[in-house]
């Protein structure tokens, strides 16, 4: 098995070399991240060990490079003058360890053994099932889309954990599923844990297991979810809302592979394949002492964003095609269509609640609407109005609604055009004077955009 060292320094390189020869391992090592990068064009090895700081260069850079090419690719991170924004830097481009020197050789050992021990199908590229990738249930084509296809692929190859991060709504859940439908693990169970709706007292439990009277109410031994998934996936949805306890619990089970059921002593070994997910900035979780660093280091061994839809307007319209047939299909309706405008109306909205909203709001317009074409009208009293979180629009209330989602889509025609009225009113296909009396009644003031 393959691994390069790159650091500038030969003393480093030497003594890394020789320890890792002695572990059987193949090395090869390069003084540049140039030599690495070229390298590697040509051969795949199991793991990088690549230094933060060599002379001219800047290993960030390089670790960029190396994850835009071979995401799945383990790549170790070493560092003499080591900060914490340097790790989460590198965590951010897809590190798998940040190592401080003075290397402690055991330690760097250590950590790659079981780094290549959670990603057997990485250490063995020969051993890589041919997968064919079924993606036809993710809707998108923007580049952002794209790139999330990519992760996946690259991911379900793979026992790596995954990190899924992005806002409600926005197909965490669905993207955790693809992973799992395109790996090996396919045959065996997906066990899905919501981390946020269990109690507290019961998380434990209900992860671990428990053994009969280990509690009050623990009449019978139970199975917690680690055990149910092995062999398979376990997904861990909202996992910054855990406690810090139980964080720390999961921690130490994906350090130790072992776990006891809670009231037990046996030590319990599984083989099983974590995905995390969460829609809070994981470093801002961290930042507010909310979330254990070193849990979000074990777990972001591949980082997958998923952009707000706000963010990727061009696939507004083949959500609302795709959507619309499928409300057809589930209610036994015709096949409905948007106006022009009502389609531009679509695109510019924001979507806080992102694909889940969209969804929603195409099939309640496919119900509701009495034509085959949903007009902006119809959308404009359907769509939920901005600026007034979940509920809905009271019966009634249309005047305000109407004016609350007139006030948003100016405003977005407007930051779309610089704040130039004259071609924010030629793209709203309003005359200037019609727009500054509408900004005048909505109280608009472009100024303060
Ligand atoms: N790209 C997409 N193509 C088609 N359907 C999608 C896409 N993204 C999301 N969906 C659909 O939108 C809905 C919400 O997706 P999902 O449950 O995966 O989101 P989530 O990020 O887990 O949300 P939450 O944070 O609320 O749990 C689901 O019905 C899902 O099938
Ligand atoms: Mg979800």
Redesign the pocket.
């Known amino acids: 098995m393959k691994i390069y060292v790159v650091d500038d320094d030969n003393s480093i390189r030497a003594s890394l070399k020789e320890v890792l020869q002695d572990e059987d391992f193949d090395v090869e090592d390069f003084a540049t991240g140039k030599n690495m990068l070229k390298a590697l064009s040509r051969e795949r090895p199991a793991l990088i060990l690549l230094d933060v700081w060599m002379g001219k260069e800047d290993g960030l850079d390089i670790l960029g490079k190396v994850k835009e090419e071979y995401p799945a690719l383990p790549v170790v991170m070493i560092s003499g003058h080591g900060t914490i924004e340097q790790a989460v830097q590198a965590t951010k481009k897809g590190a798998v360890d940040f190592i401080e020197k003075p290397l402690s050789l055991d330690h760097v050992l250590q950590r790659i053994n079981e780094i290549l021990k959670i990603e057997p199908a990485v250490r063995d590229q020969r051993k890589r099932p041919d997968i064919k990738l079924e993606f036809d249930?993710?809707?998108?084509e923007s580049t952002q889309?794209q790139a999330v296809k990519r992760a996946i692929a690259q991911a379900a190859g793979t026992n790596a954990r995954v990190f899924?991060y992005?806002?409600?709504?926005?197909?965490?859940?669905?993207?955790?599923?693809a992973i799992y439908n395109n790996s090996r693990r396919v045959g065996f169970p997906f066990v899905e844990v919501n981390c946020a709706a269990i109690p507290e007292e019961l998380i434990e439990s209900e992860l671990f297991g428990h053994e009969k009277g280990s509690f009050t109410g623990a009449q019978e031994k139970r199975i917690g979810k680690f055990e149910m998934a092995h062999q398979g996936t376990l997904f861990l949805?909202?996992i910054c809302d855990m406690s810090m306890a139980t964080q720390a619990r999961v921690l130490r089970a994906l350090q130790e592979q072992r776990f006891t059921r809670v009231g037990g002593s046996e030590n319990i070994e599984v083989d099983v394949r974590i995905i995390a997910?969460t829609?809070i900035d994981p470093e801002k979780a961290i930042a507010q002492g909310r979330f254990r660093e070193d849990l979000y280091y074990r777990l972001n061994v591949i980082p997958i964003h998923?952009p707000a839809l706000r963010e990727r307007t061009s696939?507004v319209p083949l959500?609302l095609d795709?959507?619309l047939r499928s409300a057809a299909r589930e209610n036994g309706i015709p096949i409905k269509r948007f106006s022009q405008g009502a389609m531009e109306m679509l695109q510019m909205y924001a979507w806080p609640g992102?694909?889940?909203e969209?969804?929603n709001v195409v099939e309640r317009l496919s119900i509701m609407s009495q034509d085959e074409e949903i007009t902006v009208d119809t959308v404009t009293e359907h769509l939920r109005p901005p600026n007034r979180g979940q509920e809905q629009t009271p019966i009634g209330d249309l005047k305000k609604a109407r004016d609350d989602f007139e006030r948003t889509y100016i405003i977005q025609a407007l930051k779309q055009h610089d704040k130039n009225i004259t071609r924010a009113a030629k793209f709203l296909g309003m005359d200037r004077t019609n727009l500054h009396r509408k900004l005048k009644s909505l109280e608009i003031d472009p100024d303060t955009l």
Not at 137 to 140: D, K, V
Not at 167 to 177: C, D, P, Q, W, Y
Request: a negative charge; hydrophobic letters at 40%; charged letters at 30%.
């Open positions: 249930e993710i809707i998108g889309v899924i992005g806002e409600n709504g926005s197909g965490k859940e669905l993207v955790a599923r949805d909202e997910a829609n998923l696939d959500l795709h959507f992102n694909v889940r969209l969804k």
